[in-house]
Nanobody, 124 residues
Framework: QVQLVESGGGLVQAGGSLRLSCAAS????????MGWFRQAPGKEREFVAA????????YYADSAKGRFTISRDNAKNTVDLQMNSLKPEDTAVYYC?????????????????WGQGTQVTVSS
């Protein structure tokens, strides 16, 4: 049974930073790509960032480029999302997910396991 548990969400002022973490179990973590997605109220879940199994390649949504950094620690089975210069429009529930795919990691349909999400609220 694959489990993904996110943590690190909270309330922060615009311009502030948060670091999200996702702990994975039940799968050979180092063999799978990982992604972060988010969903704001009334909107579809959207891609934020992804990282390949080795960590050698990362991908970002345009909205995240230059502000967010995804990283992974295969020894600890964790993937993190460092978010800087946060904006009110970053407010959403953030989800981590895992996939066996090696291509098009920005497509949410390629992910087969999801965490329960962690709320990020950015106040103006």
């Amino acid at each position: 049974q694959v489990q993904l548990v996110e943590s690190g969400g909270g309330l922060v002022q615009a311009g502030g930073s948060l670091r999200l973490s996702c702990a994975a179990s039940g799968r050979t973590f180092s063999s799978y790509a990982m992604g972060w997605f988010r969903q704001a109220p009334g909107k579809e879940r959207e891609f934020v960032a992804a990282i390949t199994w080795s960590g050698g390649n990362t991908y970002y949504a345009d909205s995240a480029k230059g502000r967010f950094t995804i990283s992974r620690d295969n020894a600890k089975n964790t993937v993190d999302l460092q978010m800087n210069s946060l904006k009110p429009e970053d407010t959403a529930v953030y989800y981590c997910a895992t996939t066996g795919s090696v291509r098009r990691l920005w497509e949410k349909g390629r992910y087969d396991y999801w965490g329960q999400g962690t709320q990020v609220t950015v106040s103006s």
